[in-house]
C-alpha cells in the first residue's frame, strides 16, 4: 500500500501553524499578569464639608467643617483640607484648626498638621486657653490629645513652652514635656492688714 505524500501536506501544514501559533502566544505573553494594585489616589471628594456629631443623649458634641475631604481606600483614610473643629464641652467650647487633619478609621484618631491652633475661651470658672504646635493628635471619644513637636501654651496672662504636651480630658490636664519654660504673672496680692 501506497501513501500519498502530496496529502500529508495539509496535515503538515496545520500542524506547523499550530506549533507557530503557540510559539507566538509564548513569547508575547508576560511571565506574570501585572496586578492591578489599589487605587492610590481617592475613591471620594468633597468640598466645604461640615460634619455634626451628637452625644447619646442628643446634644450637638462636635462641629467638623473642612474646605475639602478626601478619601483612601487604599488605607481607609480621610484627609482634611483646613480642617475646623468646635467641640463642646459641659461648659466649655474649644475650636481646633490646622492646615490638614488625617482622620483614622472610625475617627478614632485624628492627626492634625500644619500651624495647630486650640483655643478655648474663658468662662466664669476658667482663664482664657491657647495652644499652638505644627502637630496634634487627638483621640476624640477618649478626650486625650498629645504632640511630640513644641508647644507654646497660655493660659490667662501665663505662657509655657514645651518640646511636647500630654491632654487627658481634652485639655483639662495638661502634662508639658521636655524643655519646659514658663512665665507666670505674679498674683495680685490683697491689702495688707
Known sequence: MR???????????????????????RVTRADEPVAQGEPRGPDF?????????????GRQRYELLADRLEHFPATEITRLHQP???????????L?????????????????????????PGSAGA??????????TVWPDAHRARTDSPVLLTRGNGRASAQ?????????TLELVGEVKTLMPPRRQGPSS
Open 45 to 57: 471628594i468633597a468640598e466645604d464639608t461640615r460634619v455634626v456629631g451628637f452625644g447619646a443623649d
Open 127 to 136: 482663664l482664657p486657653l491657647t495652644l499652638d504646635s505644627e502637630t496634634l
Open 96 to 120: 481646633i484648626t490646622a492646615r490638614s487633619a488625617d482622620v483614622a478609621p472610625g475617627g478614632e484618631q485624628v492627626d492634625l498638621a500644619g500651624e495647630v491652633k486650640v483655643r478655648r
Open 84 to 94: 475646623r473643629l468646635q467641640m463642646q464641652g459641659e461648659d466649655s467650647e474649644t
Open 164 to 172: 511636647g504636651m500630654r491632654a487627658d480630658n481634652l485639655f483639662g
Open 3 to 25: 501513501v500519498d505524500t502530496w496529502r500529508l501536506y495539509p496535515i503538515l501544514a496545520l500542524a506547523a501553524l499550530a506549533g507557530g501559533s503557540v510559539w507566538l502566544e
